[in-house]
């Protein structure tokens, strides 16, 4: 019982920590947007209002289950926004080809064709996801890496947007929601009960989880780290490249923890029956 108290408290302080940043930065956007007329901003609201909404929708018309809803969104916002930064990456490769695309000029000072308004509205996503998983406790542990990942991502990208830098290499960081959607794809899967690991249908998407895991995650974020070190001497003295190599750090160590976690749930679907045997042990 006291244990149980104990955790129930540590869980209680956490929430109330991120509920803290979360508020101080929907201040920071909403002083932006109304004293600084910085409208575009209105970019990062639709965003929040849009995922919430589609929450209300799957929660009335599909499921009331909390992580079933919060986990069909983060599907909706994977999609939605790997659809978004191939089309822009694509849409700047055919306008003006690949020759001095990836610059670094081009990377911190200029915006891509709709880069702006989509890094604003996954912007909205993540701060709409912080509060649905504080409101509905879908996190564990003393330090919940979900939360950090958001906090994270709502700093670096906030930032970014407000000094107008490095807007292309955020979006380049957002190829990873190709991989999401597969985690996503795998928590609805389960949650529907097919967990056949012989099915043809789980092995592809394992083999789609994997190959997109390495690619559009580890790669494509160990790339732009190596991209970030090798032109540190062309930044200005300022906050952008400690920020951004803080940024990247994080998302590199965050994607280690999540490579061990999918490890460990693959094991897990490969031997299902030696997993509840150990676990009646």
């Known amino acids: ?28 956007v909403l002083f932006e947007i109304a004293f600084n007329k910085r409208k575009v901003l209105l970019f990062i609201v639709a965003g929040a209002c849009f995922f919430q909404i589609a929450n209300w929708v799957i929660r009335l018309l599909v499921s009331r289950d909390p992580l079933f809803v919060n986990t069909s969104v983060s599907l909706l916002h994977s999609t939605i926004t790997s659809v978004s930064v191939v089309f822009i990456v694509v849409n700047q490769w055919l306008r003006n080809g690949l020759n001095g695309m990836f610059e670094h000029s081009e990377l911190v000072g200029s915006a891509w064709l709709w880069a702006y308004p989509a890094l604003c509205f996954s912007c909205g996503y993540f701060a709409y996801d912080q509060w649905d998983m504080l409101q509905y406790r879908l ?15 709502l700093v670096c990208f906030t930032l970014a947007l407000y000094r107008n830098v490095t807007i292309n290499y955020l ?25 056949d690991s012989k099915s043809r249908i789980v092995r592809v998407e394992w083999v789609l989880n994997w190959i997109t895991f390495f690619l559009a995650r580890i790669a ?44 460990n749930a ?10 509840s045997y150990h676990r009646r042990e």
């Open 1 to 28: 019982m006291a244990r149980t108290s104990t955790k129930r408290s540590d869980k209680n302080k956490v929430g109330v920590f991120f509920l803290a940043t979360l508020l101080l930065w929907s201040v920071s």
């Open 139 to 153: 996190y564990s542990g003393l330090i919940p890496g979900i939360l950090v990942h958001h906090l994270l991502l």
């Open 171 to 195: 979006i380049l960081t957002l190829i990873c929601e190709l991989h999401s959607i597969f985690l996503h794809v795998r928590k609805v899967r389960r949650m529907a009960g097919i967990r």
């Open 220 to 263: 494509s974020h160990l790339l732009i780290t190596i991209k970030l070190i090798r032109d540190a001497s062309k930044f200005e003295k300022g906050i952008e490249l400690p920020l951004a190599l803080f940024g990247m750090v994080g998302m590199n160590l965050l994607n280690i923890s999540l490579g061990i976690d999918l490890f």
């Open 266 to 275: 693959f094991k897990r679907e490969k031997n299902p029956q030696q997993t």
